[in-house]
């Protein structure tokens, strides 16, 4: 007799569960002082090119916490420096010579990940292998306009004003870059796959910087190319869009399964514009963690019922999970989504 279907994977494929799974982003980190104690002998760099050690701190939150997935513990900036990019963490990402012409561009290596990222791969190895209760893993990458921001920008920032200009100013080069994006985090998502994941995610993050137009020229553009090239695999696509209410109109067009969303929608009206056939993720303001027990409840209660009780709900936190956060709190919320979904009768 098979095994059957881990409760995160038939969430994702809309298929009734008998309780809403729950992971949340981030949930391999710094508010976990195990984390801080294995971060405290090692660089970030470091820690994510050592499996071991990057599996290591994949698993801790599964020990701790009845979670339902796992994520990897890595970077979306880490498949660039394969491809030639000068990349530092300083903590953020900073790049020694920013992508701004077409030479640049064409100077791109394709990625190659047993060559580039054989590290990445081993990691996830060595979480399938050791993942308590079945736990599946989510492999992910960097959506291609949110890797371009960082590219052409240099370095984090808050409005990504050189990145944003350049695709006014060469929005030729810009869908080049995009596309040369697209097809690496096609290659490096499909490779996490063969090294055992079991669901993809992208994370667009800076989507949400977009006008519609804009962001349907290029975020979608890379988006799109990447997520088609990994239809083939057979494992669920997630596609998480930050800040992205506003655009979630124009995402019919995209090859995802399941849409993360931040806290600024309530998931009701996000699936009413998604349409049924669409699972959905989130979407717990992060701060909600800091409310008392029974307040906390009443967040995650609410969340469940905007979800509603057609197939397709997997709980997560609007985006990452504060470094300041108890873990006791989030323990808190594992145990308040799996028995009040429960006992709501079948959900997704």
Known sequence: MSAPTPVFLAACRREPVPYTPIWVMRQAGRYLPEYRQVRSRVSFEALTRTPELAAEVTLQPLRRFALDA?????DIMTPLSGMGVDLTFEPGPVIGQPIRTDAAIDALRPLEPLRDVPFVLDTVRLVRAEAPRGVPLIGFAGGPFTLLCYLVGGRPSKEFETARAFLYESPRSAERLLDRLADAMAVYLGAQADAGAQALMMFESWGGLLAPPEFERFALRGAIRTLTALRARGVPLIYYLNQGCALLDRLASLPADVFGVDWRMPLGAVRRVLG??????????????FAPPDELARQAESVLREAGGAPGHIFNLGHGIWPQTDPDALARLVDIVHDRSARGGVHA
């Open 276 to 289: 049924p056939q669409k699972a959905v993720q989130g979407n717990l303001d992060p701060a909600a963690l």
């Open 70 to 74: 796992a994520i990897l513990f890595s």
